[in-house]
């Protein structure tokens, strides 16, 4: 479990290192991708609470990455969507190689 965590971390240093993204931010990106989606969607798809889904969006709109509006029909919807930077960041993260710790890399293949 220790080489689980500690292979993970790497790979959230390097996706920083790189991109200036966490790996939930990454996986938020590749969720949202060129739609527009809830947080709803999103928590259920990342897999992570609602509330905690909530602070990662913020810290991802305070970065620029994704932005928020309301629904036309139902003003109490909010989506998401990427921004042209998200964007970038999300072409960047599956255009390029990151290499895969060793102790992770077997979910990889």
């Known amino acids: ?14 996706l920083e290192r790189r991109y200036g993204v966490t790996l939930n931010q990454a ?8 739609e527009r989606v809830t947080s709803t969607a999103i928590s259920e ?24 509006t309301m629904g036309h029909d139902d003003r109490r919807c909010i989506y998401y969507s990427i921004t042209p930077e998200g964007l970038k960041r999300l ?12 102790g992770i890399a077997p979910l990889f293949s």
């Open 45 to 68: 798809n990342i897999g992570l609470t609602p509330s905690n889904t909530s602070k990662l969006l913020r810290s991802m709109e305070e970065k620029s990455l994704i932005t928020r």
């Open 27 to 34: 996986m938020v990106l590749c969720c949202i991708g060129h």
């Open 91 to 102: 072409h960047a993260l599956k255009t390029s190689q990151l290499p895969i710790p060793p």
């Open 1 to 14: 479990m220790r080489e689980i965590v500690k292979a993970l971390s790497s790979l959230e240093a390097e």
